[in-house]
């Protein structure tokens, strides 16, 4: 396959043009401007559209529209930015509005710096907004699935109607690994039984996310958890390594899930049964799966870039209180030593 | 009673208004006397007789006209406050034929949305922005607008506005009018029937632009809320075209419709053939990436003052590794000095998927000057190597490390091409590297790297070469 060495940012860039992005709206900000200045390189060239917005709300908002109009459109922030979208995304998740939101974190909170974190956890997997909605939130873990997860982060986002968020942190942003280009290109065509596109086959159509008289709106609202009812029935995905005969599971997801499989290794070699656990969809969170082990009589650490974000949705999903946890703040990395030690002393 | 009335709509309005439903479905939310009925109505009639209907798309905003979209037969999508000149971009930008009207009132696009508004109209926008200023807030029971006059009384200025406090009425029109890009900036009022005919050719002219494709036209209308401003029907009228018109005159302040040249945007690409030449994706690039746990790991930091080719020399690796058939991967550390100061990348190379892509414990330390070799010399691995530029001066290597200095600065300087020092380096790291890489995957990356100007390849083969040797 023919392949090149490709920075995860770029590779973002990479997935949404052959997914059939045609608008990208964005707003400076360290570690994700790559991927605003590589559509602005990219998108322009094959009569893609892109603006630089004048703020990250302006940005949302330009892709609420681009999506109302029934398009393919991607926005990238980082955690400050993303703060200042979550109006937005509220917005496009009461309208039921299909886009993709690519969030690589970074340290907080306030300014923080520009360091790789995980702790946009609970605003990307929880909502983030006002209003009970939730986003379907993709975790890759190489510069090879910041591309294909982008390209599937469309195909959910218009099967559901919902804001997707790539949730990835600085250091899948940065790095520089192989990426193999996808095969196919997808052309979009507009769905014209929402989509409001300035034509004849669309001018019926109304995009909004009010409703004054309230039994409407909590039909509305029904309407939506059925919907995230749904998700969680069928995308689930996770992925699990040497957890067949494991004793430990480690559960981490993104850059940290690397650096954990790394320590599984590591454990093993001391004849520790250890295993990796690693969530790809954060929402849908996979509860089942997780309790299955759990049944099993499994001990649990969480590895995140948090102050235990993920720790609360494994405890909840397996029921132990007893979840450990190994984490890093302010832009270092967990080190696969850190995770031994408490591998070791949970085993 | 209400049944039995017979509505003659304006053409472009709804026949009954399934969308407000309700007991009265012809009859509109608004108060009686309001600004708001009279402007949908102009801006429906105006739609059809320009026959832009199938295109039209309204934007309502937050205010008393959050349901325009109840009334007008055309496309609608309801905004966040502030932000409808956003959404309106984000719409036009896909679809080129799309006419935007952003209907806002004065809260919400001269307060919440003022950045929305003026960068929509600095960039040239393909919307028409209908202004309707009254004065006060409407739809949240009558707070103070940044158009509030100075002395008028509000629910959040019950003294009136107190200019020391509240600051002053805000000029949109005069405010755009400082822009270059908007084809047409006029203010108009809906007090009586004479200033309504003349809002109706504003509207025209407005709405024309768009049909015509040509750019951004912004008219405010000095409008009537009765029913806020407690006054009745002489009150209101008297209050707009003394009071307000006073603050804000009537005036057309540009109209450049007919020199102004159309927009028109070309269509998306989605071709896969398209993508690929963009990308520069050819089957050459093809590369068999070879599991083997034998192999042992690798991790090589290179650090040095930012323009020393630190992170490049990087990538020409990471390159030489991938060329090799290997795993690898590539990152940078920019820390807190990455402006002007040391910057560092890691490289990892091995035989199978690798785990973390920083390298804390390096194999082999590339060190461009004194402060990298301070920082990073003791993180070495026992048995590891450090390679750094002689410039740096007498080093003594960590115990059980190896420490050779190359004359990269020098060798670079003697082929006339400073910047080349990373080549050198290159290629004392290909010598003496021990990475379980072929010599000639090093070539390879460097080829690969000089891509764009072939004419430096063979100086930089030359270099490469002469940096080998010098640690031979």
């Given at each position: ?73 991607l926005a990238a922030s980082s955690g400050p930015g993303m703060s200042l979208k979550q109006e937005g995304i509220s ?257 | ?472």
């Amino acid at each position: 396959m023919p392949a090149q060495l490709v920075e995860g940012n770029s590779a973002v860039i990479v997935g949404a043009m052959y997914a059939g992005c045609d608008c990208f709206f964005g707003y400076p900000i360290t570690p994700a401007s790559e991927i605003l200045q590589e559509a602005s390189k990219y998108f322009p060239m094959i009569g893609r559209k892109f603006v630089q917005a004048e703020s990250e709300e302006a940005a949302i908002n330009m892709v609420y529209g681009a999506a109302a109009a029934g398009h393919r459109v991607l926005a990238a922030s980082s955690g400050p930015g993303m703060s200042l979208k979550q109006e937005g995304i509220s917005y496009i998740a009461g309208a039921e509005l299909p886009c993709v939101i690519v969030d690589i974190v970074r340290a907080g909170p306030g300014l923080g710096n520009i360091g790789p974190e995980q702790s946009d956890y609970n605003q990307a997997v929880k909502g983030g907004g006002h209003g009970s909605y939730k986003n379907i939130v993709l975790a890759p873990n190489s510069v090879q699935e910041m591309c294909d997860f982008t390209i599937k982060a469309f195909d959910l986002a218009f099967k559901y109607r919902n804001p997707v968020v790539i949730l990835a942190d600085g250091v899948l942003g940065h790095m520089i690994e192989p990426l193999e280009f996808p095969k196919t290109a997808i052309e979009h065509h507009i769905d014209t039984s929402w989509a409001v596109a300035g034509n004849e086959a669309t001018m019926k159509n109304l995009v909004t996310s009010i409703a004054l008289d309230f039994n409407e709106l909590e039909q509305h609202n029904v309407k939506l958890q059925a919907k995230y009812d749904r998700i969680q029935e069928n995308e689930v995905e996770r992925e699990e390594y040497r957890t067949e005969d494991a004793d430990v599971i480690l559960v981490s997801y993104g850059i940290s899930s690397r650096i954990a499989n790394s320590a599984v290794d590591a454990a093993r070699k001391e004849g520790i049964k250890a295993g990796l656990f690693r969530p790809i969809t954060l929402f849908p969170f996979p509860w089942d799966e997780l309790k299955a082990l759990a049944d099993r009589g499994c001990s649990f650490i969480s590895v995140e870039m948090s102050n235990g974000q993920m720790r609360d949705d494994i405890r909840l999903a397996t029921g132990c209180k007893d979840v450990a946890l190994v984490s890093r703040y302010g832009g270092n990395l967990i080190e696969r030593d850190q995770i031994l030690d408490m591998i070791r002393e949970v085993a | 009673m209400a049944a039995k009335e017979k509505v003659i709509g304006p053409a472009g309005f709804y026949s009954i208004f399934e969308r407000k439903g309700g007991a009265a479905p012809t009859a509109t939310h608004y108060c009686p006397g309001c600004g708001h009925g009279i402007l949908h109505k102009i801006i429906a009639d105006t739609m059809m007789d320009l026959g832009i209907q199938d295109r039209c798309v309204l934007m309502s905003p937050v205010g008393c006209s959050v349901f325009a979209y109840y009334y007008i037969d055309c496309g609608h999508v309801q905004t966040a406050h502030g932000r409808a000149p956003a959404i309106a971009t984000g719409i036009s930008r896909a679809e080129d034929d799309a006419i935007l009207i952003s209907y806002q009132g004065d809260g919400d696009l001269a307060s919440i949305g003022l950045n929305e508004t003026v960068q929509a109209a600095n960039r040239g926008e393909k919307i028409t922005i209908f202004f309707v200023n009254n004065t006060v807030y409407g739809m949240t029971g009558g707070q103070m607008a940044p158009t509030t006059l100075v002395g008028e009384v509000t629910a959040t200025t019950p003294n009136g506005r107190d200019p020391r406090d509240a600051g002053y009425p805000i000029h949109m029109c005069e405010l755009l009018d400082t822009l270059k890009a908007p084809v047409y900036i006029e203010r108009v009022s809906l007090s009586n029937i004479n200033h309504i005919r003349k809002a109706r050719r504003a509207v025209r002219r407005a709405l024309e632009i768009q049909r015509d494709k040509k750019g951004y036209a912004f008219v405010e209308f000095l409008s009537p809320c009765p029913t806020i401003l407690r006054m009745d029907a002489k009150g209101i009228e008297r209050f707009i075209n003394e009071e307000m018109e006073r603050e804000f005159p009537l005036k057309r302040f540009r109209d450049r419709s007919v020199e102004a040249e159309p927009i028109e945007r070309r269509e998306s690409d989605f071709s896969k053939a398209s993508l690929d030449k963009a990308f520069g994706v050819s089957a050459s690039d093809s590369i068999e990436v070879v599991t083997n746990p034998e192999f042992v790991p690798k991790g090589v930091k290179i650090s040095g003052f930012g323009g020393q080719g630190v992170l490049s020399m990087g990538l020409a690796l990471a390159q030489a590794a991938y060329k090799a058939g290997r795993f690898v991967s590539w990152y940078p550390d920019y820390g807190p000095e990455q402006r002007g100061g040391t910057s560092n990348c890691s490289i990892v190379i091995s035989g199978e998927q690798i785990g973390s892509p920083v390298v804390d414990e390096p194999d082999v330390l590339v060190a461009f000057n004194r402060p990298s070799l301070d920082k990073f010399a003791t993180d070495v691995k026992k048995g590891g190597l450090i390679l750094y530029d002689a410039l740096a001066g007498a080093f003594k290597p960590p115990e059980g490390v190896r420490a050779i200095p190359v004359p990269a600065t020098d060798i670079a300087l003697g082929k006339g091409v400073e910047q080349a020092a990373n080549t050198a380096m290159f290629g004392a790291l290909m010598e003496a590297g021990n990475l379980g890489l072929p010599g000639e995957a090093f070539g390879r990356a460097l080829e690969r790297t000089f891509a764009k100007k072939p004419k430096l390849i063979p100086l930089n083969l030359e270099i490469l070469e002469t940096g080998a040797k010098s640690v031979r």
